[in-house]
């Protein structure tokens, strides 16, 4: 039996998607891609505008349907409620950072005054009016290629992405400069992949299980519990970021943020069990009024 992964269309899907594609198959499974149109990659309007599981919806559908076995997806993109129809995994994990790529080789202080920077996450946007509150915020969509392509063609002077996104499609080297998470906080789960299946599949959970990384599912577990816990969407001013250690510790900053910039909330903390940092981190956001912020 040749097991489907079901993939979105565009470069960093059916890379990332391949990756997986290719683990299997050295791990001794048969494993092909199967390609799902999904509503995000046929509207391009701002993602907060068209919803959260905008990337996700069609590729589970798909899978609860037998169309294909398994699914791949950036794990950041689904919801944060669990669904039990299906079994989940997170592999290795790639870089969570942020990477701004600029004309003219530039990083965020070298950016003129004004300069135009190109992303629709409030995350983001809001992060960047905190560090350039001059900074002229333009809206982005569109996969990779198109949205580097506003930079070249001299339409945008930089645009922040997903450090891994750049990696995964061997475009790393573009990236002018990569952000430490203390000056921009990634969004929880970032260069996380999730890789599902249907819970009663016998073969592909024994498969998908195969691509466990367990210290990456306890860190990106535990940063999607702030986003649940504050009950924020993904497209929320929420970020969080975690790391493990070898002993099991995990260290977790989690912030909230005013749109403009002009505020933000940061927890840091640190536990063993996922679920009790997460919940840890949000309680004590809402306890100094994250609910505000995010309602605004």
């Known amino acids: 039996m040749?097991?489907?992964?079901?993939?979105?269309?565009?470069?960093?899907?059916?890379?990332?998607?391949?990756?997986?594609?290719?683990a299997l198959i050295e791990a001794g499974y048969d494993a092909e891609l199967h390609l799902v149109t999904t509503a995000g990659d046929v509207n391009m309007a701002p993602v907060e505008r068209?919803?959260?599981?905008?990337?996700?919806?069609?590729?589970?559908?798909?899978?609860?349907?037998?169309?294909?076995?398994?699914?791949?997806?950036?794990?950041?993109?689904?919801?944060?409620?669990?669904?039990?129809?299906?079994?989940?995994?997170?592999?290795?994990?790639?870089?969570?950072?942020?990477?701004?790529?600029?004309?003219?080789?530039?990083?965020?202080?070298?950016?003129?005054?004004g300069a135009r920077v190109g992303t629709s996450a409030p995350r983001r946007i809001s992060q960047?009016?905190?560090?350039?509150?001059?900074?002229?915020?333009?809206?982005?969509?569109?996969?990779?290629?198109?949205?580097?392509?506003?930079?070249?063609?001299g339409e945008l002077d930089a645009v922040v992405l997903a450090?891994?996104?750049?990696?995964r499609v061997g475009q790393g080297g573009r990236a002018t400069q990569i952000f430490d998470p203390s000056v921009i906080l990634p969004a929880p789960a970032q260069g996380a992949l999730a890789i599902e299946c249907r819970a009663g599949d016998v073969k592909a959970?024994?498969?998908?299980?195969?691509?466990?990384?367990?210290?990456?599912?306890?860190?990106?577990?535990?940063?999607?519990?702030?986003?649940?816990?504050?009950?924020a969407g993904c497209t929320a001013p929420v970020a969080s970021h975690s790391t493990i250690d070898a002993d099991g510790t995990m260290h977790l900053t989690a912030g909230v943020y005013a749109l403009d910039g002009s505020s933000q909330l940061v927890y840091t903390g640190s536990g063993t069990d996922p679920v009790a940092l997460g919940e840890a981190a949000a309680a004590d956001l809402l306890g100094?009024?994250?609910?505000?912020?995010?309602?605004?």
């Open 2 to 22: 040749t097991l489907k992964i079901g993939t979105r269309r565009s470069n960093l899907a059916t890379t990332q998607s391949g990756h997986m594609r290719d």
């Open 50 to 113: 068209i919803g959260v599981g905008v990337f996700t919806q069609a590729l589970r559908e798909a899978l609860e349907a037998g169309e294909c076995d398994i699914a791949v997806h950036s794990f950041k993109d689904l919801p944060t409620a669990p669904d039990e129809r299906f079994h989940l995994v997170v592999p290795v994990r790639a870089d969570a950072r942020e990477a701004l790529i600029a004309r003219d080789n530039l990083t965020l202080d070298d950016l003129p005054q």
């Open 128 to 153: 960047l009016k905190a560090v350039r509150p001059d900074l002229d915020i333009r809206p982005l969509r569109g996969n990779i290629e198109t949205r580097m392509g506003k930079v070249t063609e």
């Open 163 to 167: 450090y891994a996104g750049l990696s």
């Open 205 to 231: 959970r024994e498969a998908i299980d195969r691509l466990l990384d367990a210290a990456a599912f306890r860190c990106a577990t535990t940063e999607r519990i702030v986003l649940n816990r504050l009950e």
């Open 288 to 296: 100094r009024g994250a609910a505000d912020l995010i309602a605004k």
